[in-house]
């Protein structure tokens, strides 16, 4: 089999971290970066070994040779690009939010299913280790039927900068960008239900742009389940790092970074902990195997013809979350989903 001709359209940070996934997968072939900016373009395509370079994606869609391409534009960009491209045949990973709202990922989704061209977006802790490992877990029901979770995506003394901080581009802030993670990571390990109900509480305390910084946000799930999340930027405290996760269920509880179970023990009359076996502490956090595994799950659901998941349904219904969260806030009442 011929190996995946994959594209990557910007050339920052998370662009990178695709480009060097790409890198080490086998049957995937870097052919071309996309970049407004040709001063940034140049080294990024000579670091990687890119023999194409385009400063629009049409001019790359004209000349062909692509089976797929990674986004990594700011947020504003995804619907626009991600739907030019699936509409020329072009299988597209998106990065999280995949779009601006919901209305634009449901326009997302059927560019997909027109043209038959895959769109999956890039939820990258859903392919991390100790994630699937507690996944695993969750699915043998070690801990029982889940009542309640906590999730945390959030910045300790620390925010973006640059089109991050501004709605037109952004659409939201660190709900957005960093509370997104703690929602997706709750409802895959969930078995991902259906959201009814979202309340919020959502503000801008610690900077002075237009978009949120810090927020709580609580959603009730088909399954009787509720999701406490929390979103921040330059917070001077978080229960763990971005995606961390505390699930309580009816016999045990579970948790994320540190990665273990708690469960009773009825013949020694204690509660035992469980160990993952992977360290407390990660350096780095997200680690560059989590992003080549969704690159290499991308390449294998392409290559034999599956739909990708997370795809374009699960961002959408991430992103129904988040417009809740945001009107919720607005309105100081339960929306109802």
């Given at each position: 089999?011929?190996?995946l001709?994959l594209?990557?359209?910007?050339?920052g940070?998370?662009?990178?971290?695709?480009a060097e996934?790409a890198?080490s997968?086998?049957d995937?072939?870097?052919?071309?970066v996309?970049?407004?900016?040709?001063?940034?373009?140049?080294?990024?395509?000579?670091?990687?070994?890119?023999?194409r370079q385009?400063?629009?994606l049409d001019?790359?869609i004209?000349?062909?040779g692509v089976?797929?391409?990674?986004?990594?534009?700011?947020?504003?960009?995804h619907a626009?690009?991600?739907?030019?491209?699936?509409?020329?045949?072009i299988?597209?990973?998106?990065e999280?939010?995949?779009?601006m709202?919901?209305r634009?990922?449901?326009?997302?989704?059927?560019?997909s299913?027109?043209?038959?061209?895959k769109l999956m977006?890039?939820h990258c802790w859903?392919?991390?280790?100790?994630?699937?490992w507690?996944?695993?877990?969750?699915?043998?029901?070690?801990?029982?039927?889940?009542?309640?979770?906590?999730?945390s995506?959030?910045?300790?003394y620390?925010?973006p900068?640059?089109?991050?901080?501004?709605?037109?581009?952004a659409g939201?802030g660190?709900l957005?960008?960093?509370g997104?993670?703690?929602?997706d990571?709750?409802?895959?390990?969930?078995?991902?239900?259906?959201?009814?109900?979202v309340?919020?509480?959502?503000?801008?305390?610690y900077g002075d742009y237009?978009v949120?910084?810090?927020g709580?946000?609580?959603?009730?799930w088909d399954?009787?389940?509720t999701?406490l999340?929390e979103?921040?930027?330059w917070?001077p405290?978080?229960d763990g790092?971005e995606?961390?996760?505390?699930?309580?269920?009816?016999?045990?509880?579970?948790?994320?970074?540190?990665?273990?179970?708690t469960?009773?023990?009825?013949?020694e009359?204690r509660?035992?902990r469980i160990?993952?076996g992977?360290p407390?502490?990660?350096?780095?956090?997200?680690?560059?195997?989590m992003?080549d595994?969704q690159?290499a799950y991308f390449?294998?659901c392409?290559?034999?013809?599956?739909?990708?998941?997370?795809?374009?349904?699960?961002g959408?219904?991430?992103?129904?979350i988040?417009?809740?969260?945001?009107?919720s806030?607005?309105?100081?009442?339960?929306?109802d989903?």
């Amino acid at each position: 089999m011929s190996k995946l001709r994959l594209a990557v359209l910007g050339t920052g940070y998370i662009a990178r971290i695709h480009a060097e996934a790409a890198r080490s997968q086998a049957d995937v072939e870097l052919v071309a970066v996309v970049n407004h900016h040709e001063d940034s373009m140049r080294p990024f395509a000579a670091q990687f070994g890119i023999p194409r370079q385009y400063t629009s994606l049409d001019d790359l869609i004209a000349e062909g040779g692509v089976d797929a391409i990674s986004i990594n534009s700011p947020n504003y960009l995804h619907a626009p690009q991600s739907i030019r491209a699936l509409q020329a045949g072009i299988h597209v990973m998106v990065e999280k939010p995949m779009a601006m709202n919901a209305r634009e990922a449901r326009q997302m989704m059927n560019a997909s299913e027109l043209s038959g061209a895959k769109l999956m977006v890039a939820h990258c802790w859903r392919f991390d280790d100790e994630v699937r490992w507690l996944k695993q877990q969750l699915d043998e029901d070690r801990i029982g039927p889940i009542v309640r979770t906590k999730g945390s995506g959030v910045h300790v003394y620390w925010g973006p900068s640059g089109w991050f901080t501004e709605a037109r581009y952004a659409g939201g802030g660190a709900l957005a960008d960093m509370g997104i993670h703690a929602i997706d990571t709750a409802r895959f390990l969930l078995g991902d239900p259906q959201p009814v109900e979202v309340y919020a509480d959502i503000r801008t305390e610690y900077g002075d742009y237009d978009v949120d910084d810090t927020g709580v946000i609580l959603i009730t799930w088909d399954t009787g389940a509720t999701s406490l999340i929390e979103s921040g930027w330059w917070q001077p405290h978080t229960d763990g790092p971005e995606a961390s996760t505390q699930i309580y269920g009816k016999r045990g509880f579970a948790r994320l970074f540190p990665t273990y179970l708690t469960v009773p023990d009825p013949l020694e009359q204690r509660v035992v902990r469980i160990e993952s076996g992977f360290p407390e502490t990660r350096d780095p956090h997200c680690p560059q195997r989590m992003y080549d595994t969704q690159l290499a799950y991308f390449a294998d659901c392409i290559q034999q013809d599956r739909t990708p998941v997370p795809g374009g349904i699960e961002g959408w219904i991430n992103l129904k979350i988040v417009d809740a969260a945001y009107e919720s806030s607005r309105t100081q009442k339960v929306v109802d989903l």
